[in-house]
């Protein structure tokens, strides 16, 4: 079992940056696969960034390649999403998640722990 708690989210005018931060309880964050997701109003969570156990591998959603990169340590049972020309269609809720059996793809069906998210806001 894994418990995860988002931070970092905030206001941020278009163009700036933030870097989130996901900190998991317990002893085996290194076996899991984890990944970024986010939510607005009226829709289903979309996938934005994964990472595989080691870190070796990553996985970015088109909307945000080149913009944001998905890191973790684990020895530090954290993993960090570094947000950078944001726009105001990156509004939303930020959620992390930990997949325990996949490689931290967009297959939202994989992760099976979840944080309460974070909000974030890019103003025009």
């Known amino acids: ?5 988002e931070s970092g989210g905030g206001l941020v005018q278009a163009g700036g940056s933030l870097r989130l931060s996901c900190a998991a ?4 964050f290194s076996s899991y696969a984890m990944g970024w997701f986010r939510r607005t109003p ?3 969570r979309d996938f934005v960034a ?8 990553t996985y970015y959603a ?3 390649k080149g913009r944001f990169t998905i890191s973790r340590d684990n020895a530090k049972n954290t993993v960090y999403l570094q947000m950078n020309s944001l726009k105001p269609d990156d509004t939303a809720i930020y959620y992390c998640a ?3 059996f996949g490689v931290g793809s967009s297959d939202i069906g994989e992760y099976g722990h979840w944080g309460q998210g974070t909000q974030v806001t890019v103003s025009s």
Do not use: P, Y
Request: net charge neutral; glycine share 20%.
């Open 1 to 5: 079992q894994v418990q995860l708690a």
């Open 25 to 28: 309880s317990g002893r085996t």
């Open 42 to 44: 009226g829709k289903e």
């Open 50 to 57: 994964g990472i595989s156990r080691s870190g070796g591998s």
């Open 62 to 64: 088109d909307s945000v």
């Open 98 to 100: 930990a997949d325990h």
